[in-house]
């Protein structure tokens, strides 16, 4: 999935906005466009926009608590009226040539009714799928998930959910979904560190197997992938400057490695990349 368009962006042809919808010819996995907006006509053309460069799914940000989404009145902003999003969400199904899914949060309170309210209409007005962040607006990103509130959710609505919310490990992938009935569960953060934490979630549900991580050198040859896919699309200079928080990411996940966050946070080139990755290799005391 893409990070978060702005419908606006698209309508006003936002280079920044416009540069999110570019892919790379073989990048056949990345198959949704996720959209934020308010304005129902605005949104409906930017997922005709989306569908007509090649995504197969449309997925509308109803969870996002940054004030430049909420200003707008979108992301999260748009649980607490029900009657508004029914038309935005309305307009957006019936302009998208592909499925339309959306992702949301708990409200201000974990009892605040409207998210529940506002899933039930999501449903009933043809959202293919939803995702839930089960933590509220003022927890933002930390703190317990409220696996009560999510169940409830999964329980009133007849389309597929997902749990959304601290899942580091299978195991914790697992006991989200049993918690909660989800038919999935979305992994944010963890995965932006360990990737290869879908592959470990994928396998310990289907054979209930745990399988270690890549070695290093794997690891290192995989973020360098995701570096030159990044250079494809943005030239050199600007992709190194972008991925000094992908490549500090992946070191929070090992040990034994504290010495190289400080080039991890200065490359500028992909000598430099390849340059921290080999250094990495090379470190000993590898963790998980
Ligand atoms: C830096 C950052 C950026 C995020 N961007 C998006 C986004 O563009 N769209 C979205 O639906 N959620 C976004 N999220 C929320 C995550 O999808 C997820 O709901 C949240 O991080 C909780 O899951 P986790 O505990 O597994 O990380 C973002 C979260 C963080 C921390």
């Known amino acids: 999935m893409t990070p978060l368009i702005s419908a606006e962006g698209l309508r006003r042809g936002n280079e920044n906005t416009l540069r999110l919808l570019a892919r790379g010819a073989d990048d056949v996995r990345l198959v949704a466009a996720q959209l934020f907006g308010s304005r129902p006509s605005v949104v409906g053309e930017a997922a005709r926009r989306v569908a007509e460069a090649g995504f197969r799914l449309v997925d509308l940000n109803l969870g996002c608590p940054a004030p430049k989404v909420r200003k707008q009145q979108a992301g999260a902003a748009l649980l607490g009226d029900v009657g508004t999003l029914r038309r935005l969400v309305r307009a957006v199904v019936a302009a998208s040539p592909v499925p339309v899914t959306a992702k949301m949060r708990l409200g201000p309170t974990a009892s605040d009714p409207a998210p529940l309210a506002a899933a039930k209409m999501l449903a009933e007005e043809?959202?293919?799928?939803?995702?839930?962040?089960?933590?509220?607006?003022?927890?933002?990103?930390?703190?317990?998930?409220?696996?009560?509130?999510?169940?409830?959710?999964?329980?009133?609505?007849?389309?597929?959910?997902?749990?959304?919310?601290?899942?580091?490990?299978?195991?914790?992938?697992?006991?989200?979904?049993?918690?909660?009935?989800?038919?999935?569960?979305?992994?944010?953060?963890?995965?932006?560190?360990?990737?290869?934490?879908?592959?470990?979630?994928?396998?310990?549900?289907?054979?209930?197997?745990?399988?270690?991580?890549?070695?290093?050198?794997?690891?290192?040859?995989?973020?360098?992938?995701?570096?030159?896919?990044?250079?494809?699309?943005?030239?050199?200079?600007?992709?190194?400057?972008?991925?000094?928080?992908?490549?500090?990411?992946?070191?929070?996940?090992?040990?034994?490695?504290?010495?190289?966050?400080?080039?991890?946070?200065?490359?500028?080139?992909?000598?430099?990349?390849?340059?921290?990755?080999?250094?990495?290799?090379?470190?000993?005391?590898?963790?998980?």
């Open 126 to 288: 043809g959202i293919a799928a939803l995702a839930v962040h089960g933590r509220t607006l003022a927890q933002r990103f930390s703190g317990p998930v409220d696996t009560e509130a999510i169940r409830e959710i999964v329980e009133a609505v007849a389309v597929p959910v997902w749990a959304n919310g601290g899942v580091e490990t299978p195991r914790g992938a697992r006991a989200l979904r049993e918690a909660t009935g989800a038919a999935g569960v979305m992994v944010g953060r963890a995965a932006v560190r360990r990737p290869y934490l879908i592959n470990q979630i994928e396998i310990y549900e289907a054979e209930g197997r745990e399988i270690p991580p890549p070695s290093r050198a794997e690891l290192a040859e995989a973020i360098l992938f995701h570096f030159d896919k990044a250079a494809d699309l943005d030239g050199e200079e600007r992709a190194a400057r972008q991925f000094r928080k992908h490549l500090l990411a992946y070191l929070k996940a090992a040990r034994g490695v504290k010495e190289l966050r400080p080039r991890a946070a200065r490359v500028a080139s992909g000598a430099d990349v390849e340059a921290v990755l080999q250094a990495w290799v090379d470190v000993p005391d590898y963790g998980s």
